[in-house]
Protein backbone atom coordinates (compact mmCIF):
# COMPACT_ATOMS: atom_id res chain seq x y z
CA UNK A 1 0.00 0.00 0.00
CA UNK A 2 1.11 3.62 -0.46
CA UNK A 3 -0.62 6.63 0.64
CA UNK A 4 -2.06 7.95 -2.40
CA UNK A 5 -4.17 4.35 -1.81
CA UNK A 6 -4.60 5.20 1.47
CA UNK A 7 -6.33 8.34 0.57
CA UNK A 8 -8.49 6.82 -1.65
CA UNK A 9 -9.78 4.50 0.79
CA UNK A 10 -10.22 7.34 3.40
CA UNK A 11 -12.70 9.05 1.14
CA UNK A 12 -14.45 6.03 0.31
CA UNK A 13 -15.05 5.51 3.40
CA UNK A 14 -15.95 9.08 4.56
CA UNK A 15 -18.00 9.51 1.61
CA UNK A 16 -19.91 6.12 1.73
CA UNK A 17 -20.09 5.76 -2.27
CA UNK A 18 -17.61 4.83 -4.65
CA UNK A 19 -19.69 7.41 -7.19
CA UNK A 20 -19.02 10.76 -4.48
CA UNK A 21 -15.86 9.28 -3.76
CA UNK A 22 -15.09 9.25 -7.42
CA UNK A 23 -16.73 12.95 -7.78
CA UNK A 24 -14.77 14.41 -5.22
CA UNK A 25 -11.54 12.67 -5.80
CA UNK A 26 -11.82 13.86 -9.42
CA UNK A 27 -11.12 9.91 -10.80
CA UNK A 28 -12.81 7.51 -12.67
CA UNK A 29 -14.77 5.24 -10.36
CA UNK A 30 -13.53 1.87 -12.30
CA UNK A 31 -9.98 3.17 -11.34
CA UNK A 32 -11.06 3.57 -7.54
CA UNK A 33 -12.20 -0.03 -8.03
CA UNK A 34 -9.15 -1.50 -8.81
CA UNK A 35 -7.49 0.36 -5.84
CA UNK A 36 -9.44 -1.74 -3.40
CA UNK A 37 -9.04 -4.65 -5.29
CA UNK A 38 -5.47 -4.08 -5.33
CA UNK A 39 -5.82 -3.17 -1.60
CA UNK A 40 -7.63 -6.27 -0.90
CA UNK A 41 -5.53 -8.48 -2.59
CA UNK A 42 -2.31 -7.16 -0.58
CA UNK A 43 -3.92 -7.43 2.80
CA UNK A 44 -5.68 -10.90 1.83
CA UNK A 45 -9.05 -9.50 3.46
CA UNK A 46 -12.25 -7.79 2.20
CA UNK A 47 -12.38 -3.54 3.68
CA UNK A 48 -15.96 -2.87 1.95
CA UNK A 49 -19.20 -4.67 1.89
CA UNK A 50 -21.51 -2.77 -0.67
CA UNK A 51 -25.09 -2.69 -0.77
CA UNK A 52 -27.82 -0.40 -2.11
CA UNK A 53 -26.94 2.20 0.09
CA UNK A 54 -23.39 2.43 -0.65
CA UNK A 55 -20.75 1.01 1.13
CA UNK A 56 -19.83 0.32 4.62
CA UNK A 57 -16.01 -1.15 6.32
CA UNK A 58 -15.88 -4.32 7.35
CA UNK A 59 -13.89 -4.42 11.09
CA UNK A 60 -10.59 -4.89 8.83
CA UNK A 61 -12.03 -1.83 6.79
CA UNK A 62 -12.63 0.38 9.99
CA UNK A 63 -9.05 -0.96 11.49
CA UNK A 64 -7.67 0.66 8.02
CA UNK A 65 -9.15 3.40 8.30
CA UNK A 66 -8.28 4.58 11.71
CA UNK A 67 -4.78 3.97 11.35
CA UNK A 68 -4.54 5.13 8.17
CA UNK A 69 -6.35 8.72 8.99
CA UNK A 70 -3.38 8.54 11.79
CA UNK A 71 -0.89 7.74 9.54
CA UNK A 72 -1.66 10.69 6.83
CA UNK A 73 -2.17 12.99 9.72
CA UNK A 74 1.20 12.54 10.44
CA UNK A 75 2.21 12.59 7.78
CA UNK A 76 0.48 16.31 7.21
CA UNK A 77 1.39 16.93 10.61
CA UNK A 78 5.42 16.19 10.06
CA UNK A 79 5.21 18.18 6.68
CA UNK A 80 3.74 21.45 8.13
CA UNK A 81 6.37 21.48 10.76
CA UNK A 82 9.37 21.83 8.82
CA UNK A 83 8.19 24.05 6.13
CA UNK A 84 7.27 26.20 9.59
CA UNK A 85 10.35 25.21 11.51
CA UNK A 86 11.62 28.80 11.48
CA UNK A 87 8.48 30.78 11.22
CA UNK A 88 4.88 31.12 12.39
CA UNK A 89 2.88 27.81 12.97
CA UNK A 90 0.80 26.78 10.25
CA UNK A 91 -1.71 23.60 9.44
CA UNK A 92 -5.44 23.04 10.16
CA UNK A 93 -6.12 22.07 13.83
CA UNK A 94 -9.49 20.12 14.13
CA UNK A 95 -11.18 20.62 18.07
CA UNK A 96 -14.34 19.17 19.18
CA UNK A 97 -16.53 20.95 21.68
CA UNK A 98 -19.93 20.15 23.34
CA UNK A 99 -22.66 22.47 22.17
CA UNK A 100 -22.71 24.16 25.73
CA UNK A 101 -19.12 24.94 25.58
CA UNK A 102 -18.71 25.89 21.65
CA UNK A 103 -21.81 28.77 22.33
CA UNK A 104 -19.46 30.21 25.27
CA UNK A 105 -15.84 29.08 23.84
CA UNK A 106 -15.90 29.22 20.11
CA UNK A 107 -16.23 32.31 19.56
CA UNK A 108 -13.04 33.84 21.63
CA UNK A 109 -10.92 31.05 21.06
CA UNK A 110 -11.41 31.54 17.27
CA UNK A 111 -10.84 35.19 17.63
CA UNK A 112 -7.69 35.02 19.47
CA UNK A 113 -6.11 32.33 16.88
CA UNK A 114 -6.89 34.53 14.20
CA UNK A 115 -4.52 37.68 16.03
CA UNK A 116 -2.11 35.19 17.24
CA UNK A 117 -1.30 32.36 14.76
CA UNK A 118 -2.63 33.67 11.45
CA UNK A 119 -1.16 30.87 9.57
CA UNK A 120 -3.94 28.56 11.97
CA UNK A 121 -7.11 27.51 10.65
CA UNK A 122 -9.20 26.01 13.16
CA UNK A 123 -11.89 23.64 12.14
CA UNK A 124 -14.59 23.27 15.10
CA UNK A 125 -16.96 20.18 15.41
CA UNK A 126 -19.34 20.31 17.83
CA UNK A 127 -21.98 17.57 19.07
CA UNK A 128 -22.76 15.80 22.25
CA UNK A 129 -19.43 14.89 24.52
CA UNK A 130 -19.50 11.49 23.81
CA UNK A 131 -19.22 11.61 20.34
CA UNK A 132 -16.96 14.12 20.30
CA UNK A 133 -15.10 11.07 22.42
CA UNK A 134 -15.84 9.30 19.53
CA UNK A 135 -14.27 11.15 17.00
CA UNK A 136 -11.09 11.35 19.07
CA UNK A 137 -10.48 7.69 19.46
CA UNK A 138 -11.26 7.43 15.50
CA UNK A 139 -8.55 10.38 15.10
CA UNK A 140 -10.74 12.91 12.91
CA UNK A 141 -10.51 15.47 15.91
CA UNK A 142 -6.78 16.55 17.22
CA UNK A 143 -8.39 18.25 20.80
CA UNK A 144 -11.55 17.75 22.59
CA UNK A 145 -12.83 19.65 25.32
CA UNK A 146 -14.67 16.72 26.73
CA UNK A 147 -17.39 16.20 30.02
CA UNK A 148 -15.24 13.46 31.80
CA UNK A 149 -11.65 12.51 31.58
CA UNK A 150 -10.86 10.30 28.59
CA UNK A 151 -10.46 6.59 29.30
CA UNK A 152 -9.64 5.90 25.76
CA UNK A 153 -5.52 4.32 26.42
CA UNK A 154 -3.33 7.10 25.11
CA UNK A 155 -5.07 10.19 25.68
CA UNK A 156 -3.92 12.61 28.55
CA UNK A 157 -7.36 14.75 30.07
CA UNK A 158 -6.11 17.76 32.52
CA UNK A 159 -9.40 18.97 34.27
CA UNK A 160 -9.42 22.77 34.05
CA UNK A 161 -13.36 23.85 35.31
CA UNK A 162 -16.11 22.75 37.05
CA UNK A 163 -19.96 23.45 35.34
CA UNK A 164 -22.67 23.79 38.16
CA UNK A 165 -25.82 22.02 36.60
CA UNK A 166 -29.04 23.10 36.98
CA UNK A 167 -32.43 22.29 36.87
CA UNK A 168 -34.58 23.89 34.00
CA UNK A 169 -38.39 24.64 33.64
CA UNK A 170 -40.75 25.98 30.86
CA UNK A 171 -40.64 29.41 31.50
CA UNK A 172 -43.79 30.22 33.20
CA UNK A 173 -43.65 28.10 35.99
CA UNK A 174 -43.97 28.21 39.27
CA UNK A 175 -40.47 26.51 40.15
CA UNK A 176 -38.52 27.20 43.55
CA UNK A 177 -34.98 29.27 43.15
CA UNK A 178 -33.43 26.24 44.55
CA UNK A 179 -34.61 22.67 45.32
CA UNK A 180 -33.39 19.35 46.12
CA UNK A 181 -32.82 16.17 43.23
CA UNK A 182 -35.10 14.09 45.22
CA UNK A 183 -37.60 16.98 44.35
CA UNK A 184 -37.65 15.62 40.84
CA UNK A 185 -38.96 12.10 41.65
CA UNK A 186 -42.05 12.08 39.52
CA UNK A 187 -41.27 14.61 37.58
CA UNK A 188 -41.60 14.00 33.20
CA UNK A 189 -37.74 15.13 32.46
CA UNK A 190 -35.99 15.48 28.62
CA UNK A 191 -32.89 13.76 28.19
CA UNK A 192 -30.26 12.81 26.54
CA UNK A 193 -29.86 9.24 26.05
CA UNK A 194 -28.36 6.52 28.69
CA UNK A 195 -24.89 6.44 26.94
CA UNK A 196 -24.11 9.68 27.40
CA UNK A 197 -22.50 11.33 30.58
CA UNK A 198 -25.03 13.97 31.69
CA UNK A 199 -27.34 11.11 31.75
CA UNK A 200 -24.93 8.95 33.22
CA UNK A 201 -24.06 11.53 35.81
CA UNK A 202 -27.55 12.12 37.11
CA UNK A 203 -27.85 9.09 36.91
CA UNK A 204 -25.25 8.58 40.09
CA UNK A 205 -26.25 11.23 41.48
CA UNK A 206 -29.97 10.35 41.93
CA UNK A 207 -29.44 6.47 42.74
CA UNK A 208 -28.32 7.17 46.65
CA UNK A 209 -32.05 8.93 47.06
CA UNK A 210 -33.67 5.78 45.91
CA UNK A 211 -35.02 7.21 43.03
CA UNK A 212 -34.31 7.54 39.02
CA UNK A 213 -35.65 9.99 36.37
CA UNK A 214 -38.87 9.99 35.25
CA UNK A 215 -37.65 10.26 31.31
CA UNK A 216 -40.57 11.86 28.93
CA UNK A 217 -38.37 12.25 26.09
CA UNK A 218 -34.81 11.19 25.61
CA UNK A 219 -32.68 13.00 22.47
CA UNK A 220 -29.28 13.90 22.04
CA UNK A 221 -29.28 17.60 21.43
CA UNK A 222 -28.48 20.49 23.81
CA UNK A 223 -30.76 22.72 21.41
CA UNK A 224 -33.45 20.57 21.34
CA UNK A 225 -33.61 19.87 25.20
CA UNK A 226 -34.14 23.30 25.39
CA UNK A 227 -36.57 24.00 22.87
CA UNK A 228 -38.71 20.99 24.15
CA UNK A 229 -38.30 21.86 27.73
CA UNK A 230 -39.78 25.22 26.53
CA UNK A 231 -42.47 23.80 24.95
CA UNK A 232 -43.70 22.42 28.32
CA UNK A 233 -41.75 18.32 27.59
CA UNK A 234 -40.57 18.13 30.60
CA UNK A 235 -37.70 19.63 33.06
CA UNK A 236 -34.39 18.90 32.60
CA UNK A 237 -30.88 19.13 33.74
CA UNK A 238 -28.03 21.39 31.87
CA UNK A 239 -25.14 23.65 33.07
CA UNK A 240 -26.60 26.77 34.75
CA UNK A 241 -24.53 29.42 32.14
CA UNK A 242 -25.74 27.36 28.74
CA UNK A 243 -29.80 28.52 29.55
CA UNK A 244 -28.98 32.22 31.14
CA UNK A 245 -29.82 33.78 27.37
CA UNK A 246 -33.05 31.81 27.46
CA UNK A 247 -34.07 32.33 31.06
CA UNK A 248 -33.65 36.36 30.51
CA UNK A 249 -36.13 36.22 27.80
CA UNK A 250 -38.45 34.23 29.63
CA UNK A 251 -38.42 30.82 27.67
CA UNK A 252 -36.81 29.20 30.67
CA UNK A 253 -36.61 29.17 34.19
CA UNK A 254 -34.41 27.84 36.17
CA UNK A 255 -33.89 26.15 39.92
CA UNK A 256 -30.24 25.42 41.26
CA UNK A 257 -29.96 22.26 43.18
CA UNK A 258 -29.70 22.84 46.84
CA UNK A 259 -26.07 22.51 48.33
CA UNK A 260 -23.32 20.37 48.02
CA UNK A 261 -25.01 21.37 44.20
CA UNK A 262 -24.31 19.16 41.06
CA UNK A 263 -20.73 20.00 38.98
CA UNK A 264 -19.22 18.09 36.45
CA UNK A 265 -15.49 19.10 34.82
CA UNK A 266 -14.46 20.37 31.72
CA UNK A 267 -11.43 18.17 30.70
CA UNK A 268 -8.89 19.41 27.75
CA UNK A 269 -8.31 16.22 26.18
CA UNK A 270 -5.36 15.38 23.31
CA UNK A 271 -3.71 12.04 22.15
CA UNK A 272 -0.43 11.34 23.94
CA UNK A 273 0.57 8.53 21.30
CA UNK A 274 1.27 10.15 18.30
CA UNK A 275 2.94 13.47 17.43
CA UNK A 276 1.60 17.09 18.26
CA UNK A 277 2.25 19.48 15.50
CA UNK A 278 3.35 23.01 16.52
CA UNK A 279 0.20 24.08 15.48
CA UNK A 280 -1.66 21.60 17.97
CA UNK A 281 0.49 22.78 20.81
CA UNK A 282 -0.11 26.28 20.36
CA UNK A 283 -4.01 25.76 20.11
CA UNK A 284 -3.82 23.80 23.24
CA UNK A 285 -2.03 26.62 25.27
CA UNK A 286 -4.55 29.27 24.11
CA UNK A 287 -7.02 26.92 24.20
CA UNK A 288 -6.28 26.64 28.05
CA UNK A 289 -5.58 30.63 28.09
CA UNK A 290 -8.89 31.50 26.66
CA UNK A 291 -10.93 29.33 29.05
CA UNK A 292 -9.19 30.58 32.19
CA UNK A 293 -10.11 34.32 31.09
CA UNK A 294 -13.44 33.57 30.34
CA UNK A 295 -13.43 32.24 34.14
CA UNK A 296 -11.38 35.02 35.09
CA UNK A 297 -14.00 37.70 33.76
CA UNK A 298 -17.53 35.96 34.69
CA UNK A 299 -18.25 35.73 31.42
CA UNK A 300 -18.67 32.15 31.81
CA UNK A 301 -21.19 32.06 34.60
CA UNK A 302 -21.44 29.43 37.34
CA UNK A 303 -17.96 27.77 37.13
CA UNK A 304 -14.64 27.47 39.33
CA UNK A 305 -11.40 25.80 39.76
CA UNK A 306 -11.58 22.37 40.59
CA UNK A 307 -10.91 21.38 43.93
CA UNK A 308 -8.91 17.95 42.70
CA UNK A 309 -6.82 17.61 39.88
CA UNK A 310 -8.11 14.06 37.83
Known sequence: ???RQLQYFIEIVEQGSFTRASRSLNIAQPALSLHLRNMENALGTRLLVRSHAGVVPTEAGALLARRARSILDDLARTEDDIRTLDGNPQGVVRVGLPGTISA?????????????????????????????ADWMSEGRIDIAVLYSASQERGNVSQRLLEEELAVIWQGDSDCPSEMSLEGLRDTPMVLPSSAHGLRIQLNEAMRPLGISPNVAVEIDSYANIKSLVAAGFGASILPYHAVQQEVSKGTLAVSRIADPGLWRGVHLTYP??????????????LLR??????HASGDWAAVRLPKTDD
Request: proline content about 6%; charged content about 15%; glycine content about 8%.
Open 1 to 3: MDI
Open 104 to 132: ILGLPLITAARERYPGIVLNISEAMSGFI
Open 272 to 285: ANRPVARAQQVVLG
Open 289 to 294: EVIFEL
